[in-house]
T-cell receptor
C-alpha cells in the first residue's frame, strides 16, 4: 500500500519569494513520484516526475523537486514565485509494476501575493 | 488538438436520474482512468481500464459503470444519481503498461456534476 501526505493545505508566498510545497510518501517498494498542478477550472498537468536515476528532477515552469529516500520526501520548490504559479498542487505516488494505482495527496493551494 | 477531452464540461441534474460523461483521448494510449474530485479537492481513482481489463475500485458503488467502446474512449455511466455524487470527474490516460515503466497520466479538463 502507498500513501501521500502533503503538509499544508494552503501556502501563501510573495511574488519573487521561494516556493516550498511539502510532500511525504509511504511505499513498500521504491516509488515513482509525481507533482501535478491544477489551475482553476482545469484538469491536472504534470509538473515533474521521479522514476529512477538523479534524485533532483526539474520540471516545467521553473519547478524542481528532490527525492530523499531517507526522509521519504519529495518536496517541490521554485526559487522565485510568479503570480501565474497560483494554483492547486498535487503530489502523487505509484509503485513500479502497479502503475494503474496512482495515489494522490490532498493537495496544496498556492497563493502568490503581489 | 486536445489530448484528453471530456463532455460535457458541466452537468446539472436531478436526483434519481441516469447520466453519462464521455471521454476521448487521441494519444494512442491503452490505459484510461476515471477520478472523482470532491469538494475538498481530494482526488480518488474510481476505475482504470486497460485493453479490455477493467479494474474496479471497491469503494465505487455499482451505480457507476465505465464503458469502453474502443481504446480511445472510456465513458462513465451513473445510474440513480445521489446528492453525494456531486463532484468533478476527471478522465485520464496513460501509455500501455508494458511499454512504459511508469505511470504518467494525462488528464482531461474535468466534468463538474451537480446533483440537485
Amino acid at each position: 500500500a502507498q500513501s501521500v501526505t502533503q503538509l499544508g493545505s494552503h501556502v501563501s508566498v510573495s511574488e519573487g519569494a521561494l516556493v516550498l510545497l511539502r510532500c511525504n510518501y509511504s511505499s513498500s517498494v521504491p516509488p515513482y513520484l509525481f507533482w501535478y498542478v491544477q489551475y482553476p477550472n482545469q484538469g491536472l498537468q504534470l509538473l515533474l516526475k521521479y522514476t529512477t536515476g538523479a534524485t533532483l528532477v526539474k520540471g516545467i515552469n521553473g519547478f524542481e523537486a528532490e527525492f530523499k529516500k531517507s526522509e521519504t520526501s519529495f518536496h517541490l520548490t521554485k526559487p522565485s514565485a510568479h503570480m501565474s504559479d497560483a494554483a492547486e498542487y498535487f503530489c502523487a505516488v505509484s509503485a513500479p509494476g502497479s502503475a494503474r494505482q496512482l495515489t494522490f495527496g490532498s493537495g496544496t493551494q498556492l497563493t502568490v501575493l503581489p | 488538438d486536445t489530448a484528453v477531452s471530456q463532455t460535457p464540461k458541466y452537468l446539472v441534474t436531478q436526483m434519481g436520474n441516469d447520466k453519462s460523461i464521455k471521454c476521448e483521448q487521441n494519444l494512442g494510449h491503452d490505459t484510461m482512468y476515471w477520478y472523482k474530485q470532491d469538494s475538498k479537492k481530494f482526488l480518488k481513482i474510481m476505475f482504470s481500464y486497460n485493453n479490455k481489463e477493467l479494474i474496479i475500485n471497491e469503494t465505487v458503488p455499482n451505480r457507476f459503470s465505465p464503458k469502453s467502446p474502443d481504446k480511445a474512449h472510456l465513458n462513465l455511466h451513473i445510474n440513480s444519481l445521489e446528492l453525494g455524487d456531486s463532484a468533478v470527474y476527471f478522465c485520464a490516460s496513460s501509455q500501455d503498461l508494458v511499454s512504459s515503466s511508469y505511470n504518467e497520466q494525462f488528464f482531461g479538463p474535468g466534468t463538474r456534476l451537480t446533483v440537485l
